[in-house]
């Protein structure tokens, strides 16, 4: 996550719920269709992979990450 709106550094350690936009959106989504493609075919879709989120709101839910 990257923001020049929002101090991230103030919620280090806290669960947070972010609001923002994905860098690139149509690249991303365009990646995303192609893996829901491979894996309707039979190849593992992963959640390892992390894009890139501008991020413009961020709410405490909770001051730890349990």
Do not use: I, P, Q, Y
Request: net charge positive; glycine share 6%; charged share 30%.
């Amino acid at each position: 996550m990257r923001s020049s709106r929002v101090d991230l550094a103030e919620h280090l350690g806290h669960t947070v719920t972010a609001t923002g936009v994905v860098s690139n959106a149509k690249m991303h989504n365009m990646k995303e269709d192609a893996k829901e493609t491979a894996k309707d075919s039979g190849m593992k879709k992963s959640n390892a992979e992390h894009g890139h989120m501008k991020t413009t709101d961020v709410k405490m839910v909770s001051e730890s990450c349990k």
